[in-house]
């Protein structure tokens, strides 16, 4: 086999590797790293066959189409159809929030700047104030329940 072709060869690998490094293996670092000792590789074989003028030439090429690709890569639809582009809009009540029922009682364990914790039924919960910002130690009561979002107010008839 040519020194030529191997380094044809050398070069194909590294783009593989490095599709594979951005496509399907992202952060890992090992395609990566090995795609750019395959470069690297090809670089030295060059000089070794042709010289420095050569292989300066292919160091500024292979570093060319290395950035090259990556711009393409960055700039293509492939990273949009890869990308997350749901929003996650709720969250899971835990099984203290879930045993919390419309009218039960309870204090506000911090300052409810709208969203504090609370302890509710002996079990400490996360809540939204309705009737704005309430104090440490006020009597609340539970006014509605969305999901995993507990309202609350304040209890007029304990305060």
Not at 31 to 38: R, S
Not at 59 to 85: C, E, Q, Y
Not at 96 to 111: C, F, K, N, P, Y
Request: aromatic share 6%; proline share 2%.
């Amino acid at each position: 086999m040519s020194i030529t072709l191997i380094i044809i060869l050398l070069v194909v690998v590294a783009l593989m590797l490095f599709a594979i490094e951005g496509l399907l293996f992202p952060g890992y670092g090992i395609a990566g790293i090995t795609a750019a000792a395959c470069v690297l590789v090809a670089d030295v074989l060059v000089y070794t066959q042709w010289g420095t003028t050569a292989a300066i030439l292919s160091v500024l090429v292979s570093t060319a189409v290395v950035i090259g690709f990556f711009w393409w890569f960055a700039h293509s639809k492939a990273l949009d159809r890869m990308a997350l582009n749901a929003t996650i809009d709720s969250t899971a009540p835990t099984a203290a929030q879930r045993s919390v029922t419309v009218g039960d009682e309870g204090v506000a364990l911090t300052r409810l700047a709208l969203i504090g914790r609370a302890e509710i039924n002996g079990k400490i919960v996360e809540v939204k104030s309705e009737s704005g910002f309430l104090d440490e130690g006020t009597p609340i009561v539970v006014s509605a329940i969305d999901e995993a979002a507990i309202m609350v107010k304040q209890n007029i008839i304990k305060a």
